[in-house]
């Protein structure tokens, strides 16, 4: 039997899009709705003929026991407060931010029938848009759960349970702890790779013909969509700014090294950074 | 009939061994010998069997008329030195350092009546050593080539093939254009990953274990061998530094823009980045 009845997907482009898919080829609710604020997206989800898609948000989660959040962190107060006059009493409400202390404030306007805990699933990509979803995208990925502790333990369990279902590992921590460690696993290198792919093609001898995978991996998700990281940047700003001014001293500190012709220095500092990345491909 | 006689490689890490593969694979000369510093790797090669090893570099390079040296760039000085009395006239040396004008001027040492023309095959990797060569690592990668204009250019149309044979792509400019083209694509991004990844790694909540692709891909050549990169960084030390310090400008204007909340400047940041970003993927 399904742990829910109904899962209705609010926002499907690529997170989205790909939870439509896993929960309609695992099975995991007979009943499947979702809403795209694209007509695009719309359209694409329609043809696939997997979930029945509405032209509202509050359409599409009227009567279902699980709601999953996947617009842009900065569209979730909003979504909150068009949603809520339709969402059923007993239902769980998550979303899939890649912050979660502002989504924890912005899903205060639900109501109090209905129990919020904040998911982020780390499966994103640079490329945007349901045309991109995938079945899979969760299988083997990192989903943190951020709940306060408020919450019956029942709803938390068929939350974690939604989320293995669909192939994830789980970290439950909270919302605070989720964005200091995700500013430094993934908004902090994001900043930095649109800084050095902006700095690197201001150079007078720049040549993109010239780029090897080193500048290209450096940089990918540099390439992810603007307003999307605009929101999270800002979202979870503190921790992140703290971050890129350790960073800029880091920058300075090795750059110091190399005008002064420190061979020791540089070696120790490069020695000390490949330590690191190396133990990243050992970690599980 | 073969460019070349006698191909002699020095230093046969990476890339020194994946040439020796590759010229014995395509059978680019009928003597092929070779040359490592180190005892693992002068086994590892001599257990391929595809060359003759030689237990000194000097003896590795006499009669060659095409002598390789593909040792660390801090070593290319004493390298030149210790091969002088063995070349033969008539012979063309070149290097596959990733900074040329040092090198150049390392080069300076070498008999007038040789010719030495520089060259950069992009095709390095953060695995270093013999045991990860490959007889197609420079297929489809682009080669720099610097000449000063005063080599006969028959040597230079050799070298070219010599090159083109190994399936490279051919880029020919001035070693200073090289230095400063190389910096911006390469050595800068090396500075930046290691820096990243010593300043995520200290920040309070990191956790490696919630490392996803994207802090993987943006730092995975911090990973380089740090003597190898570290020659580079003070070899290329000047072009390096200026672009470091543009880039501390630039992190510096994101975190403010951050700190300030401002969204205008923070998605007017991310998406000049993301196009230029998107453009390397179209670069050929």
Known sequence: MSRFKHIAVVGAGLIGGSIVLGVARRQLAPTLTCWSRSDASRKFLRNLGVAKVFETAADAVRGADLIVIATPV???AEICREISPALSPG???TDVGSVKVSIL???TVLPAHVTFIGSHPMAGSE???ASHAQENLFQDRLCFLTPTG???SASLEKLQGFWKDLGSRLF???AKQHDAMVAAVSHIPHAAASALILTVASLPEFNSNSAGSGLKDTTRIAAGEEN???GILLANAQPIATGLAEFEKQCRRLRLAIEQGNAEEVSSFLKAAKKIRQSLDEAK
């Open 172 to 174: 439950t921590c909270s």
């Open 105 to 107: 404030q912005d899903a």
């Open 127 to 129: 490329k945007a848009g």
């Open 91 to 93: 239902s769980i409400v």
């Open 150 to 152: 408020k919450e019956p």
């Open 228 to 230: 999307l990281w605009t």
């Open 74 to 76: 900065d569209c979730m």
